[in-house]
Nanobody, 125 residues
Framework: QVHVVESGGGLVQAGGSLRLSCAAS????????MGWFRQAPGKEREFVAT????????LSADSVKGRFTISRDNAKNTVYLQMNSLKPEDTAVYSC??????????????????WGQGTQVTVTS
């Protein structure tokens, strides 16, 4: 069982920045592919970014490229999502997920095994 907990959400003005953190339990955290997803009211869950076990490989959605950066610190069992130049359309609940059953990066939510409860990010214009 892997326990995933997000933090760092909040209210920010357009153009501002936030850094989300995701702490995951498990002795083999460094083996997990980790991902960030978001869901706005009335919309489906959307892929944001994913990172491989070492942090050497990442993949981001086109909508956040150049603005959001995913990273990880395996010594702290933590994944981060640095969000810059935030826009009102980035408003959503952001969730972190762990993929323990494979090593390939994936944008598909159903290929992640454990999820956090989510953290709200609200961007005002």
């Amino acid at each position: 069982q892997v326990h995933v907990v997000e933090s760092g959400g909040g209210l920010v003005q357009a153009g501002g920045s936030l850094r989300l953190s995701c702490a995951a339990s498990g002795r083999t955290f460094s083996n997990y592919v980790m991902g960030w997803f978001r869901q706005a009211p009335g919309k489906e869950r959307e892929f944001v970014a994913t990172i491989n076990w070492s942090g050497a490989r990442t993949l981001s959605a086109d909508s956040v490229k150049g603005r959001f950066t995913i990273s990880r610190d395996n010594a702290k069992n933590t994944v981060y999502l640095q969000m810059n130049s935030l826009k009102p359309e980035d408003t959503a609940v952001y969730s972190c997920a762990a993929r323990t059953g494979g090593v390939a990066l994936t944008t598909r939510p159903n290929e992640y095994d454990y999820w956090g409860q989510g953290t709200q990010v609200t961007v005002t214009s």
